[in-house]
């Protein structure tokens, strides 16, 4: 057997399926997978728009990798390459504006409201602001790619209750992102 995680039936089964040469399964992982990735890259980026593409070029490049068979874990495989795509985005955005630096004069302070509102320090201060402490660490440990097991094990309680807190939390940050949004 390829996979060694324990997140649950229906992704190993998806998994084994697009193994398989199921080119549906792909369609069904990459539903299954894009808002946690995308969740995963907006705390890296700190740009929700940003995110989403770093999210969708991660899953291609799992469609576009030679060899999935090899894939021993596929969560850990999957979120380190998102890690990855956004360090490139983090360094190709970087690169840009540095050349514009070096080429144009601009004002450097000018940050549009978007960006402002969806920066990484504000999202974490608004996600600290909404989860308590022991709920704002599952999140952290969740968001870096830790397995509700590995979760449980780090805090010391059961993964059914990490698994209970995760689902509340997504909840109570869905209802914080609405909010924001519509300020």
Not at 14 to 39: N, V
Not at 53 to 79: M, V
Not at 145 to 169: D, F, L, M, P, Q
Request: charged letters at 30%.
């Amino acid at each position: 057997m390829h996979i060694s995680y324990t997140s649950g039936k229906r992704n190993k089964t998806l998994w084994d399926k697009y193994l398989a040469g199921d080119k549906s399964a792909f369609g069904e992982l990459y539903s299954y997978y894009h808002k946690s990735l995308t969740a995963f890259c907006l705390s890296k980026v700190g740009s929700l728009e940003i995110a989403e593409n770093a999210a969708s070029d991660t899953l291609i490049k799992l469609l576009q990798y030679p060899n999935p068979e090899d894939i021993k874990n596929f969560e850990n495989w999957i979120f380190t390459v998102a890690k990855n795509v956004c360090l490139t985005y983090l360094t190709k955005a970087k690169n840009r504006k540095g050349l514009l630096k070096e080429n144009y004069k601009f004002q450097d302070n000018h940050e549009p409201e978007i960006e402002r509102k969806y920066s990484t320090d504000n999202l974490d201060s608004m996600i600290r602001s909404n989860l308590d402490g022991k709920d704002y660490k599952i999140w952290q440990l969740h968001q870096q790619g830790y397995e509700n097991y590995e979760i449980a094990e780090i805090i010391g309680i059961n993964e059914k209750t990490v698994a209970n807190r995760k689902s509340a939390a997504r909840k109570i940050l869905k209802d914080a992102f609405k909010q924001l949004n519509n300020e």
